[in-house]
């Protein structure tokens, strides 16, 4: 069996494009160890070639890896017109016994040796099929493809891939995952942009539940399908979280909380060498997000922050995660640390002076670093069970 992978977004790379092609044939490769697929890429194709036990995983690895912007499974043939004809009518009659009544040929020859063009392909092929189905080139009910490369590949049913670039070609960015809609969004839309993440969850237990942490565990893993692997540090944040509720101003409660994210955000980033922060904020979502109290959680970052969802609505966030299967997940009733202790009345317009001295008079600065030496460690791949780890394991 042969798969096909249209890439898009890579062509465009000029000079360095054998290094995306690589990096895409290489995160292919790390989904589908152990199958004894058949990996190569050609002229804007990517191939897999398996085994039929296999297709149901190669289908999923399709379906989530980054750098395609559509698959398809076909039907290999020789390069002659008589078995492109055979080829053609079987799929023909597959797309009839699924209620097909029109349909139309498109053709596109890279082989130039081949002696027929496309037009004439078109024509060679639909012959037979006029039979069962009629021509309709405007609306048909299905399309078949023919492709003479170094190899000739018949299919319809061509599936919509994820677009974007390979993940690895971007560097690394270290992602703040909540149990909302939003971070995992965030997340994935920087993984389309070719970048690995690592994800930074804040957990106040007893306040937030084990069952909330559990939903950020299974959020991360959805990444990971994306991103090949992550890992997820879970931040014990009680106590930094009950310093702020106690001597911080009660307005500016929320926004101290994401300012001692920050802090903690700056060591991580630096222990698994991420060049960025990500997080899932959009303008005027909430209190925390408007331009001014964006501006006092960015003066703490010591790295560029990244905010991909800072123009999307929530009908688009929502939108998102629908496809990316993290919706069900996110929406489950359990409480991240963000919404605990929040004020009636948040600050809306804080400055960076006023949060400098509020923040120094917490005194935090040892708890955070406790909070980040505390944390919990959770690897997830592609392939396997997500596994706990300790800081010298990873």
Same mark, same amino acid.
């Given at each position: 069996?042969?798969?096909?992978?249209?890439?898009?977004?890579?062509?465009?790379?000029?000079?360095?494009?054998?290094?995306?092609?690589?990096?895409?044939?290489?995160?292919?490769?790390? $989904?589908?160890?152990?199958?004894? $697929?058949?990996?190569?890429? /050609?002229?804007g194709r990517l191939y897999?070639?398996?085994?039929? @036990?296999?297709?149901?995983?190669?289908?999923? *690895?399709?379906?989530?890896?980054?750098?395609?912007?559509?698959?398809?499974?076909?039907?290999?043939?020789?390069?002659?017109?008589?078995?492109?004809?055979?080829?053609?009518?079987?799929?023909?009659?597959?797309?009839?016994?699924?209620?097909?009544?029109?349909?139309?040929?498109?053709a596109r020859r890279s082989?130039?040796? /081949?002696?027929?063009?496309?037009?004439?392909?078109?024509?060679?092929?639909?012959?037979?099929?006029?039979?069962?189905?009629?021509?309709?080139?405007?609306?048909?009910?299905?399309?078949?493809?023919?492709?003479?490369?170094?190899?000739?590949?018949?299919?319809?049913?061509?599936?919509?891939?994820?677009?974007? &670039?390979?993940?690895?070609?971007?560097?690394?960015?270290?992602?703040?995952?909540?149990?909302? &809609?939003? @971070?995992?969004?965030?997340?994935?839309?920087?993984?389309?942009?070719?970048?690995?993440?690592?994800?930074?969850?804040?957990?106040?237990?007893?306040?937030?539940?084990?069952?909330?942490?559990?939903?950020?565990? *299974?959020?991360?893993?959805?990444?990971?399908?994306?991103?090949?692997?992550?890992?997820?540090?879970?931040?014990?944040?009680?106590?930094?979280?009950?310093?702020?509720?106690?001597?911080?101003?009660?307005?500016? @409660?929320?926004?101290?909380?994401?300012?001692?994210?920050?802090?903690?955000?700056?060591?991580?980033?630096?222990?698994?060498?991420?060049?960025?922060?990500? *997080?899932?904020?959009?303008?005027?979502?909430?209190?925390?997000?408007?331009?001014?109290?964006? *501006?006092?959680?960015?003066?703490?970052?010591?790295?560029?922050?990244?905010?991909?969802? $800072?123009?999307?609505?929530?009908?688009?966030?929502?939108?998102?995660?629908?496809?990316?299967?993290?919706?069900?997940? @996110?929406?489950?009733?359990?409480?991240?640390?963000?919404? &605990?202790?929040?004020?009636?009345?948040?600050?809306?317009?804080?400055?960076?002076?006023?949060?400098?001295?509020?923040?120094?008079?917490?005194?935090?600065?040892?708890?955070?670093?406790?909070?980040?030496?505390?944390?919990?460690?959770?690897?997830?791949?592609?392939?396997?069970?997500?596994?706990?780890?300790?800081?010298?394991?990873?």
């Open positions: 069996m042969t798969y096909l992978g249209k890439i898009g977004e890579l062509t465009l790379k000029g000079s360095n494009l054998q290094e995306f092609e690589n990096l895409l044939k290489h995160n292919a490769a790390d $989904c589908l160890k152990g199958l004894n $697929c058949k990996i190569s890429l /050609f002229a897999i070639d398996c085994d039929e @036990s296999a297709c149901e995983k190669v289908e999923f *690895t399709l379906n989530h890896l980054l750098g395609i912007t559509g698959w398809a499974k076909t039907i290999t043939c020789e390069k002659t017109i008589e078995s492109i004809q055979q080829a053609v009518f079987e799929l023909a009659k597959k797309q009839c016994e699924k209620g097909c009544k029109t349909f139309k040929i498109n082989d130039k040796s /081949f002696p027929l063009n496309s037009y004439e392909i078109c024509c060679e092929a639909a012959g037979p099929v006029e039979e069962i189905m009629q021509v309709d080139v405007h609306n048909p009910d299905c399309t078949i493809y023919i492709e003479v490369r170094e190899r000739c590949f018949v299919y319809t049913d061509s599936e919509t891939g994820c677009r974007g &670039l390979p993940v690895g070609s971007s560097g690394k960015g270290l992602l703040l995952l909540s149990g909302g &809609l939003d @971070s995992p969004v965030a997340g994935y839309r920087m993984l389309r942009r070719g970048m690995k993440i690592e994800c930074c969850y804040f957990h106040s237990y007893p306040y937030t539940s084990e069952e909330a942490k559990q939903k950020v565990v *299974t959020l991360a893993q959805k990444l990971a399908y994306y991103g090949i692997q992550t890992y997820l540090n879970v931040i014990p944040f009680t106590d930094v979280q009950m310093k702020i509720k106690e001597n911080a101003p009660e307005a500016w @409660s929320t926004l101290m909380l994401r300012v001692c994210m920050m802090k903690v955000a700056n060591l991580l980033a630096k222990r698994c060498k991420a060049k960025c922060i990500i *997080t899932g904020e959009s303008v005027g979502q909430v209190a925390s997000q408007t331009i001014e109290n964006m *501006t006092v959680t960015e003066h703490f970052a010591e790295l560029p922050m990244m905010r991909p969802l $800072c123009g999307m609505d929530k009908e688009e966030i929502i939108k998102t995660s629908e496809f990316i299967d993290t919706y069900e997940t @996110s929406i489950l009733p359990y409480e991240d640390c963000c919404v &605990l202790f929040s004020p009636r009345h948040p600050v809306l317009r804080g400055t960076v002076e006023q949060a400098e001295e509020i923040y120094k008079s917490l005194e935090v600065d040892d708890l955070i670093f406790k909070a980040y030496e505390d944390r919990e460690i959770v690897k997830l791949t592609f392939n396997e069970e997500p596994c706990w780890k300790t800081e010298t394991s990873q």
